[in-house]
């Protein structure tokens, strides 16, 4: 699940601006930071000179923040699911006076209003910077429900395991099925992947806006085993995992043959242990030679 977080700054000391600010962006339980967006942070932002990940913290560094408001907005990524989540702070101060400093708290509890923002607006005083804005966002799930146009049910009160998408794991929507409303996979239109035998010319690019590059060995029809991911590094799933491919995509995955996945964090969902591979994906043969070339790119864009 992603979220998107926005803190919107302004310095309003008595002072035109102040001197070297920090950002200390403490992470909730299960939460980890989506580096894509923070590099794309640190390209947009001309204030935002380097940022830095500490186990549970993002630490933002500014040369200074004036009266002008300055956003700072950077998506997370739940990696884990955690019960009864506490909320979290964020605490932003001016490095050479440590007294003209600011903490709020902050929780990213998804709102069942998935179709919309639900923002919610905290300020942080006189002494200095101030206007912090927490946007929970639950990205609508893809695909659609299946039509119950021609069913009538002749009791209303029949039985509901869900009442929105959010209440559904991994791509189940929550759907009408019958006369119950309940967690199903949706109807998605043809969507295939890329497949390939050889690394594409401009696979470089493709490697650096997903959120996996992940070796794959195809085990059954439609069961696969997830090895390592390279986009981050040298990550270990070591998962045994269900995948979907429309049956109409020409693109037939062989048994026991590995493959190398380029996909988004949308595709992947490491607590269902499933794995959708479609259009925003691309396959490509594994050949021993390309592990090299996936250690060793450097991203320099977002």
């Known amino acids: 699940m992603l979220q998107r977080f926005t ?32 590099d794309h942070l640190m390209e947009t932002n001309t204030l935002l000179k380097r940022y830095e990940v500490d186990g549970k913290s993002v630490m933002f560094y500014f040369d200074k923040i004036n009266s002008k408001a300055t956003c700072v907005t950077f998506h997370l990524i739940q990696s884990i ?6 909320p979290s702070f964020v605490t932003v101060y001016d490095y050479y006076k440590t007294d003209v400093k ?8 998804c709102s069942i209003q998935i179709d919309r923002f639900q923002p919610q607006t905290q300020t942080w005083g006189s002494l200095g910077l101030e206007e912090q804005t927490v946007e929970n966002v639950c990205p609508p799930k893809l695909g659609t429900c299946p039509s119950s146009e ?36 949706p109807d998605f239109p043809l969507c295939c992947p890329i497949c390939e035998d050889e690394l594409p010319e401009d696979w470089e690019s493709k490697f ?14 439609s069961r696969a085993k997830l090895f390592q991911n390279y986009r981050f590094g040298e990550d270990t799933l070591g998962m ?16 026991n043959q590995r493959y190398i996945v380029f996909t988004d964090y949308e595709s992947i969902d490491e ?16 050949k021993k030679k390309y592990l090299k070339k996936l250690k060793a790119i450097t991203c320099l864009i977002a």
């Open 7 to 38: 803190a919107s700054l302004s310095y309003s000391s008595d002072d035109e601006a102040s001197n070297m600010a920090i950002i200390d962006f403490r992470l909730q339980s299960g939460y980890t930071a989506d580096k894509i967006s923070l």
């Open 81 to 86: 699911k955690v019960k009864e989540i506490k």
């Open 102 to 109: 600011r903490t709020v708290t902050y929780s990213l509890i």
């Open 150 to 185: 021609n069913i009538t049910c002749e009791n209303e009160q029949f039985a509901h395991n869900c009442t929105d998408d959010t209440q559904c794991p991994g791509e189940r929507k929550c759907c009408m099925e019958g006369c119950s409303q309940i967690c199903i996979y």
């Open 208 to 221: 650096c806006h997903s959120h996996y590059a992940a070796v794959m060995k195809v085990k059954a029809r």
């Open 240 to 255: 045994v995992v269900q995948y979907t491919l429309d049956d109409q995509c020409g693109c037939e995955l062989e048994l």
């Open 271 to 286: 607590d269902q242990r499933e794995i959708s591979i479609r259009e925003t994906s691309l396959i490509v043969r594994f």
